[in-house]
């Protein structure tokens, strides 16, 4: 139906998150509209996106910047008693966005539907726990997982995972009501993150 070119970049815009073959078309065609200085500001964006861009060696957020770890790991002021499990960046910031919390963070990675072995791979679980062992002053680990089905699977399987990572005295907790079952942590509002927050357990 479209021309080889053509076809190519919708195959691969439809391989992003929540984007289908529909949605794919639509960006290839609004590219192809655009004037040729405008296309070339989301190549060279994108070329800088994967130049500049690094992973945080300890909680694997995105940043720029000199060394390995983000500003977040690197600033002095953040409560290290306190790490935060969430899945994905986007998380990580919607609770940095509340101001509430002045802990620091572990990018586990995105769910997977099912628990089984090879999934589990996927999952940060050992670099989770070599975390722990080098950051002896945690005090408190707040799984804070979106409360989908696959979610919470991965949340109760964390729990005990950290119970016996944990040396004894140390707490695991829970976001506290206010997330809806169902919902994402990325597209709540910040009363409602801030609620899960202080009522976790």
Do not use: W
Request: glycine share 6%.
């Amino acid at each position: 139906m479209f021309s080889p070119t053509i076809q190519k970049l919708i195959d691969l815009f439809a391989k992003f998150p929540t984007v289908g073959p529909r949605t794919a078309a639509r960006f290839v065609f609004y590219l192809l509209k655009l004037p040729g200085e405008e296309a070339e500001k989301i190549i060279s964006a994108i070329s800088n996106l994967k130049e500049k861009v690094k992973t945080c060696h300890s909680c694997f957020n995105s940043f720029e910047g000199e060394g390995k770890l983000c500003v977040i790991c690197k600033d002095s002021n953040r409560d290290k008693s306190l790490l935060c499990v969430v899945e994905k960046e986007s998380d990580l910031a919607s609770i940095e966005k509340i101001k509430k919390y002045n802990g620091l963070y572990f990018i586990l990675g995105e769910t997977v539907s099912t628990l089984k072995k090879s999934d589990l791979l996927k999952l940060r679980t050992k670099e989770l726990e070599e975390r722990i062992k080098e950051q002896k002053n945690i005090q408190e680990i707040i799984i804070a997982i979106n409360p989908t089905a696959e979610g919470e699977t991965i949340a109760l399987y964390l729990e005990k995972l950290l119970k016996k990572a944990l040396p004894e005295g140390k707490r695991v907790t829970r976001l506290g009501r206010g997330l809806p079952l169902g919902g994402e942590i990325e597209y709540a509002d910040e009363e409602t993150i801030s609620s899960a927050f202080e009522g976790r357990r």
